[in-house]
């Protein structure tokens, strides 16, 4: 069941820009959680506060499109960038660089994600056998 259920998921992940997505919204979660400012506050400041808040909830959202709807992952991934670089201004500089560091690197992943390139399997060089002339010739 539970080894299903793995290839499964490999399958629903290699369709997409899994790790591009994930960063993504991880790096919109992470500017949320570093926000402390309560909501009146927020009212008080104004649109800058609200920014605050609307930035990285539609990094989020973003992130969260990259993953159910990749077709569209273009689109998404400007415009993460995008919300990503206004944190800085908007949000603790962009909670404190983390969310806005995650943010562009998974806008930059799903940028570069092809759907039709074959999955890389075997990628190491396997290292060429020594000749015994090149031995005798280190030693």
Known sequence: MAGRAR???RRWRSD?????GLLLGLGGTEILLT???????VMHIGMQGLAGY???T?????GL?????????LFYSVLGIL???????????GGFLVGLLLGAVGSCLTFGWLPDQEPRRGVLRRRRPRSP???SATS
């Open 58 to 62: 539609v990094m989020l959202v973003c």
């Open 65 to 73: 499109l990259i993953l159910l709807g990749p077709a569209q992952r």
């Open 16 to 20: 997409r820009p899994f790790w591009g």
């Open 7 to 9: 290839t499964a998921f």
């Open 133 to 135: 002339a090149m031995d």
């Open 35 to 41: 926000e402390k400012a309560s909501l009146k506050v």
């Open 83 to 93: 919300l990503s670089l206004g944190t800085w201004l908007t949000s603790n500089l």
């Open 54 to 56: 609307l930035l990285p």
